[in-house]
């Protein structure tokens, strides 16, 4: 929680963020393909092209992030023209193909204290009761540039037909400077969630006077979230999470009138852990808004020591979580504020976001879906930006699969591809569909249909409605390599708009390589007994060849250390 009484402070940031956009094929493994001896496979994939982006931007507007804003707001041209052009290091070169359409929102992590905290100074005293209220922004901050206009709507569109990209990085700038002057109790991620859950959600949210209320979704902040776009959620702030449950609204009772939390106002958050809402609710909630968690991005430049997230490629969150700097306590020389968990001479400093962090790994390793964390106590933040692209990169387009699949005599691989259709569509209306089953998405029945899989034979490319296991084309060639293979639709037989696709699969790798489930006997011979060779351990349980760690950083990437200390894949049916 920020001191609220404390003098303003300002921290440096710089944020660039940007989207990796893939036709059709991403260089990612597939996550339940690596490597098991049997792969036993149920993975959400994108085997269509993505080129929409919807990017709510959460941005902290309490009294130490005045240059945080400003150097937020420079760096937006970049972000946008890298996003809308694909060249990302500005080098004329296309990196990847450019997003045609680009929906921005942003809101302030400012809701109120439920009118029991309005201190002179603190920020909560203009809208003591709910703040900002996780509407979107449509009017420039107080350090917005003069040349704004006076009003925008309230999701900004950018159209790559038409729209030039850095009128449009102005136009969101306005909105991000915010100013200074919004409550210093934060809550980052139930704006997040208030801003775009639907009324249709059994989500309830605080209104006026602690009344519940749904979320403002499809209502005031309607138009926002599309079906067929990659969701990212962008929180930049310099605070910990105090998201506070509607009937706990008294831990924000100023210290003199407070026996039920008693203590310094700015500790209360980190004090009284169980009187907010707990992390969970975000992780769920989040995903609810996608169809398919894979295209749902939660990233978050905070409060974390520098160091702890210089390997931009193997985000540990453990590690983070274990550092004694971000240990959430009072601070040694102060205790009536937090202890800072990173303080970078001529930068600025932050506080232990420890909530925030968790919900990006639960995202991230149990959840199917994507989270990243970067520090926002740099100067330079070339890292950040790598780490976000590879992020999105690796989870759009459809799947490069990591090992090849055995064809039957046949020409078939033995795998389905299972789509869920949009509301209103049938199986039956799309060629190379049958219906397996209907199900409940956000409260509506969508259909389940399997997906014909035609034979390849004799090199060629089938040519019946439908998809195809592809280790021979040269579109394959020039988007998995020429070693690569994927899943690929027949021409005209492609996924219509808003479905989702599944992955199910249940056949051998193609690998004589020794690796995690080979088969072994302990204490037996080289023969019998492969481990030892390359550096793995025989399972004296399971006879497999089994990896040995203590966290999943001792893992290959697609592993996740469990709680017996091995190295596993959860998607076989491992944990």
Same mark, same amino acid.
């Given at each position: ?9 300002? @921290?440096? !940031? ?8 893939? !036709?059709?094929? /991403? ?6 393909? /690596? ?13 269509? *092209? ?18 945080? $804003? ?7 041209? #970049? ?120 009324? *249709? ?12 209320? /749904? ?43 407070? *026996? ?20 969970? #609710? ?6 609810? !808004? ?34 004694? #700097?971000?240990? &959430?306590?009072?601070?040694? !020389? ?20 420890? #909530?925030?962090?968790?919900? &990006? $790994? ?50 078939? @691989? ?18 190379? =569909?049958?219906? @397996? ?8 029945? =969508? ?34 390599? /020429? ?23 249940? $056949? ?41 760690? *203590? ?25």
């Amino acid at each position: 929680m920020k001191s609220v009484l404390r003098d303003r402070a300002v @921290v440096a !940031l710089l944020a660039i963020f940007a989207v990796y956009f893939l !036709l059709s094929c /991403t260089r990612r493994d597939l996550r339940a393909l /690596t490597p098991c001896t049997v792969s036993g496979v149920v993975e959400n994939i994108q085997v269509n *092209t993505v080129d929409k982006i919807d990017l709510l931007v959460v941005i902290d507007d309490s009294g130490s992030m005045d240059v945080e $804003q400003s150097s937020l707001g420079a760096g937006l041209p #970049r972000l946008i023209r890298a996003l809308t052009s694909g060249d990302l290091d500005q080098d004329s070169v296309q990196d990847f193909p450019p997003a045609s359409d680009i929906h921005v929102a942003v809101v302030t992590t400012d809701m109120g204290t439920g009118g029991v905290f309005s201190a002179s100074g603190s920020g909560c005293e203009t809208q003591p009761d709910l703040g900002e209220d996780a509407i979107f922004q449509t009017t420039p901050g107080s350090n917005a540039p003069g040349t704004c206009a006076s009003s925008f709507p309230s999701v900004l569109n950018f159209d790559g037909s038409v729209d030039d990209p850095d009128t449009f990085a102005s136009e969101v700038e306005c909105l991000v400077r915010r100013g200074t002057e919004g409550c210093g109790l934060e809550h980052q991620l139930e704006v997040a969630l208030k801003a775009m859950t639907p009324s *249709t959600s059994s989500l309830r949210f605080r209104g006026a006077s602690q009344s519940s209320v /749904t979320g403002h979704g499809d209502t005031l902040n309607d138009g926002f979230l599309r079906e067929d776009a990659l969701l990212v959620t962008l929180v930049v702030s310099d605070e910990e999470d105090c998201s506070v449950q509607t009937s706990e609204m008294n831990l924000f009772h100023p210290e003199q009138d407070n *026996t039920e939390y008693p203590g310094p106002i700015n500790l209360r958050c980190i004090d009284y852990p169980d009187a907010l809402h707990p992390v969970e #609710r975000y992780v769920d909630g989040y995903l609810e !808004l996608k169809q398919n968690p894979d295209l749902f991005v939660f990233a978050a430049i905070v409060g974390v020591p520098t160091d702890l997230v210089a390997d931009t490629s193997n985000i540990n969150f453990d590690a983070i979580l274990a550092d004694s #700097r971000m240990e &959430a306590k009072p601070d040694a !020389l102060n205790p009536e504020i937090p202890a800072t968990s990173c303080d970078v001479s001529g930068v600025g400093k932050a506080y232990p976001p420890r #909530r925030i962090v968790q919900v &990006a $790994q639960s995202l991230e390793e149990e959840k199917g879906s994507n989270g990243i964390i970067q520090s926002i106590c740099q100067s330079n933040y070339n890292g950040a930006l790598d780490a976000i692209v590879e992020k999105i990169g690796s989870v759009l387009g459809g799947a490069c699969l990591p090992r090849a699949l055995s064809r039957n005599e046949s020409g078939l @691989v033995n795998c389905d591809v299972i789509e869920t259709l949009p509301s209103g569509t049938s199986c039956s209306s799309l060629s190379g =569909r049958a219906l @397996v089953s209907t199900k409940k998405v956000n409260g509506e029945n =969508r259909e389940l249909c399997r997906v014909s899989q035609q034979p390849v034979l004799g090199g060629a490319a089938p040519t019946d409605a439908g998809w195809f296991y592809d280790d021979f084309t040269t579109d394959t060639d020039s988007r998995c390599g /020429t070693e690569g293979q994927r899943i690929a639709y027949v021409d005209g037989a492609s996924p219509i708009t808003g479905t989702s696709v599944r992955l199910e699969c249940l $056949q051998p790798v193609q690998s004589d390589a020794v690796g995690i489930g080979t088969p072994c006997t302990p204490g037996g011979g080289s023969s019998s007994n492969p481990c030892s060779n390359v550096d793995l351990t025989c399972d004296s349980i399971s006879n497999t060849c089994q990896q040995t760690c *203590t966290s999943d950083a001792d893992c290959d990437s697609g592993f996740r250390c469990s709680t017996n200390n091995y190295c596993v894949n959860p998607t076989c049916g491992q944990t």
